[in-house]
């Protein structure tokens, strides 16, 4: 990109010799589904430490609604939930990844339950299976109606505090990757972290599993906890990872939509169980749309909610849950939700638009989660694994995070062999010290920038504009001049803000903020098409020759290509 968001390379300066230094084999940044997954795992090889940046229960998965997609059903198979997935996807998902992903669904889920993850069943005892949009058959398992990601959570937090060997940090902010040089291929070795309690440490780590999540915070409108500010991308970026397909940027297409109210999610289960989407006259308008109507792929929808907001001159959508016979028991959490405001599922319509929801692409990883990073692993939303193509299937990200999560986990173990995967041509000053002392004193390592002035500058205000132009120039609907308008906005405000050293999270998020932002807003330019979850209205039609995916690197102005693994 411009040179701006590529010459800083961490986000203080430092003297890693003058920090609190902690060792561990394995550091897992994040602590969401794939982050305990991996942590389970690792911890069958080594110590672990967990960095959660809030507390466990604020992550992105404890939030989920939806449920873990899953052909568990006799009735279903692997190969149709397959052909689903590759259908979203709209030509970019990575056959391989999905194979390995959608076929280890049925074991994790059996794992789970071994685990003591309470799944809703009939009462026969049959697990109950939702429906949500894309999908050809009923497979979404769930918990507590609508409360799936919160006892996921539990479970994965109980094991993994069960574990032998691993440590839980949390409220503790991972602000860099460290590596030994800045040159690109430079290995991780761990990171460099800020608590409230214990100021900056620094973790040294063999290996690293970057399982930070999204970047909801990117847009106005998210359906996202405040924590999800993309902090994995941009420290991946800085530390010269190569990131994917970064144009994709899944909206959901029902949140709430009142004055005053959260965007909460309203899940698409809902319409899984029989809601309609009405147009301002009472018209059920997607039935003209797709032959699935409210169970097309999102992108669909959203899109189609978009335009029939415009036609019908910014009024609301409305969601219809008239028909649903026991919409409390079913759905408790969004019961209560709606009887904040006031609403009655039984008889109220709901105004619902669509918002932010998940970040398609990030760190580029092979099979078993490298990134092209020596030491560097990368698990979850933050990864781009090629599963989701250029449109995630519904409720495919718990279950990709399970499965990714352990086979990294378990992968890791090779930055303690000698032999496998080399981490560098030859090892840069301190990497030895820590692959082969283990306990070694680390070597300093100085920053390349120097403090500037911080100045008088309106962090909260950055961050608003930032994020309003993202969901106005940036959104469902692109084109060029509005893409140019964005990262004009976005290169401005990150002339005086990147180059300030800042002591809290909030300024280094905003940072991340603006790397991530500047990274989405140049690859929606860079992809003149439009294809799953990225809609160019200028360029309505898919590009044969823009099906590959494209690879942004830290010093490099444009993007490479790479095929689709097919
Ligand atoms: C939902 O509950 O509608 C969201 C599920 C998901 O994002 O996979």
């Known amino acids: 990109m411009d040179g701006q968001f590529d010459q800083r390379r961490y986000l203080i300066p430092f003297r890693s010799s003058l920090l609190p230094a902690i060792f561990t084999d394995t550091l897992v940044i994040g602590a969401g589904v794939a982050g305990l997954r991996a942590a389970i795992a690792a911890a069958s090889h080594g110590e672990v430490i967990v960095l959660s940046k809030g507390d466990l229960r604020s992550t992105n998965t404890a939030w989920a609604q939806g449920g873990i997609a899953s052909a568990v059903s006799p009735r279903d198979t692997v190969d149709s939930h397959i052909e689903d997935t590759l259908a979203a996807g709209a030509g970019l998902c990575d056959v391989d990844a999905v194979r390995t992903i959608v076929g280890a669904g049925p074991r994790h889920m059996t794992e ?3 685990w003591g993850m309470q799944l809703d069943r009939n009462p026969q005892g049959e697990i109950l299976l939702g429906r949500e949009g894309g999908h050809a058959a009923s497979r979404i398992v769930h918990s507590n109606g609508d409360a799936t990601g919160a006892e996921l959570q539990r479970v994965l937090e109980q094991h993994t505090r069960a574990a032998a060997g691993v440590r839980i940090f949390e409220k503790c902010f991972a602000l860099d990757l460290i590596t030994p040089s800045n040159e690109p291929g430079s290995p991780v070795m761990g990171a460099i972290t800020h608590h409230p309690k214990y100021g900056l440490q620094v973790i040294w780590a063999k290996a690293t599993i970057l399982a930070s999540g999204g970047a909801g915070m990117l847009y106005r409108e998210t359906t996202n906890p405040t924590l999800a500010t993309a902090d994995g991308i941009a420290m991946a970026y800085r530390a010269g990872a190569t990131l994917a397909d970064m144009a994709f940027v899944q909206f959901h297409p029902t949140t709430l939509y009142l004055a005053g109210a959260s965007r909460s999610l309203i899940t698409e289960a809902i319409r899984g169980a029989g809601a309609h989407l009405l147009d301002a006259s009472g018209h059920r308008f997607m039935v003209e749309v797709h032959p699935m109507a409210e169970l097309a792929p999102r ?75 020596p030491g560097l692993y990368v698990v979850g939303e933050a990864a781009s694994t090629g599963l989701h193509g250029a449109n995630r299937l519904a409720s495919n990200s718990l ?118 932002a500047a990274l989405v807003a140049k690859a929606a330019e860079w992809r003149r098409e439009s294809r799953g979850c990225h809609l160019r209205l200028d360029f309505p039609e898919q590009d044969a020759s823009r099906c590959v995916h494209d690879l942004w690197r830290r010093g490099r102005e444009a993007p490479a290509t790479m095929p689709v693994r097919t």
Request: charge should be negative; include cysteine.
């Open 112 to 114: 789970l339950l071994g």
């Open 399 to 516: 279950l990709e995070g399970l499965v990714m999560g352990e086979i990294a986990g378990r992968a890791c173990l090779e930055m303690r062999q000698p032999g496998t995967a080399d981490p560098s041509a030859g090892p840069a000053p301190g990497w030895a010290a820590v692959i082969g002392g283990g306990r070694a004193a680390p070597v300093p390592i100085i920053s390349d920038i120097r403090p500037s002035e911080r100045g008088e500058l309106d962090l909260t205000d950055v961050r608003s504009s930032l994020r309003s132009a993202m969901w106005r120039n940036v959104g469902i609907e692109r084109t060029a001049a509005k893409l140019a308008g964005a990262s004009e906005m976005i290169d401005f405000w990150a002339r005086y803000t990147l180059d300030k050293i800042f002591d809290d999270v909030s300024g280094w998020e905003t940072q991340n903020m603006l790397v991530a």
């Open 299 to 373: 992108d669909v929808v959203s899109q189609a909610i978009v335009r029939q907001i415009a036609k019908q001159g910014g009024q609301n959508v409305l969601l219809d849950c008239r028909a649903i016979e026991g919409f409390g028991s079913r759905f408790p959490g969004i019961a209560a939700l709606l009887k904040r405001f006031e609403l009655e599922p039984a008889k109220d319509l709901i105004p619902v638009h669509p918002a932010m929801h998940y970040m398609v692409g990030g760190v580029r990883t092979d099979a078993a989660g490298r990134s092209d990073v």
